[in-house]
């Protein structure tokens, strides 16, 4: 055995146990076995270049990047727009190409920064596509020119001999694994929230789903939706110290492997139950493929440790930052305590955030533009300009409607020379809730700045949960619900 997981210590010169930090900082420097995450190398960048195919052979790029008039960005990088058609096309055949590079180990460092740079940019363009698992995934890929995961089984180790190794030091595993365990605790954490505890979303997701063969009608029992209830947040919260630990790891890999298979066959979350069950396995010991696939184990008796006080000052300032980053993302996904209001309902805080599976949002949006110059009311046509799926899915974002009416006030100025009123009538439902106003039908919203400031008008959630949740058909809503005086259409859209 060449690692003891459950403390970070190694066979090499067997350290004592210490609770001094410097003692803590020696062991990231401790040899260990790369052939983990040398198969981790090679089944990521698989995994982006089949996500990549995927893309294209599905129609997704031209659905999602090509079709669309407009496109929902992130703040503040509303300056990133997609290429023409050929040119998006061209983006994703280098995703594959540059997947299939770092899978095989060519030209690493360069490879996989060109497939973080790739990636991220297809992440930017389009926030009604976000999931959490493309963020773990850019967080990860921004990560691999500096990791040493090409030193073996790789075309670079074999055209340099020299610059083979069969080991690396230990930050480097436990970098990813802390990256793996991320969207684990996180998500747990999540999911101490009154809506969840109460069976919300859960309870809706499960009766979609009572069309499946077998399982499918026991879909809608309580004592099957409080089964995922209890069962999503104990796993979520347990699932990483039982990876940590020798004695559970192998149940508690098996109780992953099962976990995620359920998702993906009742939740269909594309790549990321996949990609998880095989991350996961960088949890075991770091030799466990040598041993499972036929190989000889490392003796690592020869080689030496680093400690901490004879490293050079550029590996002390770069393993610094390594903890200050780990540090952030510790931090960064509890920013929503800061807000007001629940993230879930103001989308303060929602996104990167891990915050998985927590709320079943439906909404629907009507813009009124008003030029008080001719004293006209249009209502647009959306049609023509956004996708299905992105009319679907950006009224539940305060920062999207505002995005479009941004974009309405431009379409118009552009038509006219003159900036007008936008104002918009929003109706949204969250986990089943009856549905209510959701932002101040009576703010000129292409007045209100782009940045990331404060949004006064988020109306806050009034509306209770219920026992039965809300199943009146969207188009019926404004019959159910007190609105206030709104403009009049008196013009059609030019």
């Given at each position: 055995m060449?690692?003891n997981?459950?403390?970070?210590?190694?066979?090499?010169g067997?350290?004592?146990?210490?609770?001094?930090?410097?003692?803590l900082?020696?062991?990231?420097?401790?040899?260990?076995?790369?052939?983990?995450?040398?198969?981790?190398?090679?089944?990521?960048?698989?995994?982006?270049?089949?996500?990549?195919?995927d893309?294209l052979?599905?129609?997704?790029?031209?659905?999602?990047?090509?079709?669309?008039k407009?496109?929902?960005?992130?703040?503040?990088f509303?300056?990133?727009?997609?290429?023409?058609?050929?040119?998006?096309?061209?983006?994703?055949?280098a995703?594959i190409?540059?997947?299939?590079?770092?899978?095989a180990?060519?030209?690493?460092?360069?490879s996989?920064?060109?497939?973080a740079?790739?990636?991220?940019?297809?992440?930017?363009?389009?926030?009604?596509?976000?999931?959490?698992?493309?963020?773990?995934?850019?967080?990860?890929?921004?990560?691999?020119?500096?990791?040493?995961?090409?030193k073996?089984?790789?075309?670079?180790?074999?055209?340099?001999?020299?610059g083979?190794?069969?080991?690396?030091?230990?930050?480097?595993?436990?970098?990813?694994?802390?990256?793996?365990?991320?969207?684990?605790v996180?998500?747990?954490?999540a999911?101490?929230?009154?809506?969840?505890?109460?069976?919300?979303?859960?309870r809706?997701i499960l009766a979609?789903?009572?069309?499946?063969?077998?399982?499918?009608?026991?879909?809608?029992?309580?004592?099957?939706?409080?089964?995922?209830?209890?069962?999503?947040?104990?796993?979520d919260?347990?699932?990483?110290?039982l990876?940590l630990?020798k004695?559970?790891?192998?149940?508690?890999?098996?109780?992953?492997?099962?976990?995620?298979?359920?998702?993906?066959?009742?939740?269909?979350?594309?790549?990321?139950?996949?990609f998880?069950?095989?991350?996961?396995?960088?949890?075991?010991?770091?030799?466990?493929?040598?041993?499972?696939l036929?190989?000889?184990?490392l003796?690592?008796?020869?080689?030496?440790?680093l400690?901490?006080?004879?490293?050079?000052?550029?590996?002390?300032?770069?393993?610094?930052?390594?903890?200050?980053?780990?540090?952030?993302?510790?931090?960064?996904?509890?920013?929503?305590?800061?807000?007001?209001?629940?993230?879930?309902?103001?989308?303060?805080?929602?996104m990167?955030?891990?915050?998985?599976?927590?709320?079943?949002?439906?909404?629907?949006?009507?813009?009124?533009v008003?030029?008080?110059?001719?004293?006209?009311t249009?209502?647009?046509?959306l049609?023509?300009?956004?996708?299905?799926?992105?009319?679907?899915?950006?009224?539940?974002?305060?920062?999207?409607i505002l995005?479009?009416?941004?974009?309405?006030?431009r379409?118009?100025?552009?038509?006219?020379?003159?900036?007008?009123?936008?104002?918009?009538?929003?109706?949204?439902?969250?986990?089943?809730?009856?549905?209510?106003?959701?932002?101040?039908?009576?703010?000129?919203?292409?007045?209100?700045?782009?940045?990331a400031?404060?949004r006064?008008?988020?109306?806050?959630?009034?509306?209770?949960l219920?026992?039965?949740?809300?199943?009146?058909?969207?188009?019926?809503?404004?019959?159910?619900?007190?609105?206030?005086q709104?403009?009049?259409?008196?013009?059609?859209?030019?």
């Open positions: 060449i690692e997981d459950d403390s970070l210590e190694s066979d090499v067997s350290p004592k146990r210490s609770t001094s930090l410097f003692r900082l020696d062991r990231l420097f401790l040899p260990v076995d790369n052939a983990s995450v040398t198969l981790f190398r090679i089944g990521l960048g698989a995994m982006f270049a089949w996500w990549a195919w893309y052979a599905t129609g997704l790029v031209h659905s999602i990047y090509i079709e669309p407009f496109h929902f960005t992130y703040w503040p509303h300056w990133v727009h997609p290429l023409q058609p050929n040119g998006m096309i061209a983006v994703f055949v995703i190409l540059l997947g299939i590079l770092v899978c180990g060519v030209f690493y460092r360069w996989s920064l060109l497939l740079l790739c990636f991220t940019y297809v992440f930017l363009l389009e926030r009604t596509n976000y999931q959490n698992h493309y963020y773990l995934l850019i967080l990860i890929a921004w990560w691999l020119p500096w990791l040493p995961l090409a073996n089984v790789s075309y670079d180790a074999s055209r340099n001999p020299s083979f190794e069969s080991t690396a030091q230990a930050w480097a595993l436990w970098l990813l694994r802390f990256h793996v365990g991320l969207p684990y996180y998500g747990g954490l999911k101490l929230h009154g809506d969840w505890l109460a069976g919300e979303p859960m809706q979609s789903r009572n069309q499946l063969p077998f399982v499918g009608p026991w879909f809608n029992e309580e004592w099957v939706v409080f089964a995922f209830v209890w069962g999503g947040l104990l796993f919260l347990a699932i990483v110290p990876l630990f004695r559970t790891r192998v149940v508690a890999y098996l109780a992953c492997v099962g976990f995620h298979l359920t998702n993906a066959v009742i939740f269909n979350i594309h790549v990321f139950p996949w998880m069950i095989f991350a996961t396995t960088l949890f075991f010991e770091p030799d466990w493929p040598r041993r499972v036929g190989g000889t184990p003796g690592l008796s020869p080689f030496k440790s400690r901490w006080a004879e490293l050079p000052s550029r590996s002390k300032w770069g393993l610094g930052l390594v903890l200050v980053y780990c540090l952030f993302q510790c931090t960064w996904p509890l920013r929503h305590f800061l807000s007001e209001g629940d993230a879930s309902w103001t989308e303060r805080g929602h990167f955030s891990w915050r998985m599976m927590l709320r079943g949002k439906t909404a629907a949006v009507r813009y009124f008003t030029d008080d110059n001719t004293n006209q249009y209502i647009p046509r049609k023509g300009v956004i996708s299905v799926d992105q009319a679907n899915r950006f009224p539940r974002d305060p920062e999207m995005q479009f009416a941004h974009f309405l006030a379409e118009h100025k552009g038509r006219t020379g003159r900036v007008p009123r936008v104002q918009a009538l929003v109706l949204t439902s969250l986990n089943g809730r009856k549905p209510q106003l959701f932002i101040d039908p009576n703010v000129d919203l292409a007045m209100e700045p782009a940045d400031g404060s006064k008008w988020i109306l806050p959630l009034t509306e209770p219920r026992k039965a949740p809300w199943k009146i058909p969207l188009n019926e809503w404004e019959k159910h619900v007190d609105l206030p709104l403009p009049v259409a008196n013009a059609r859209e030019p």
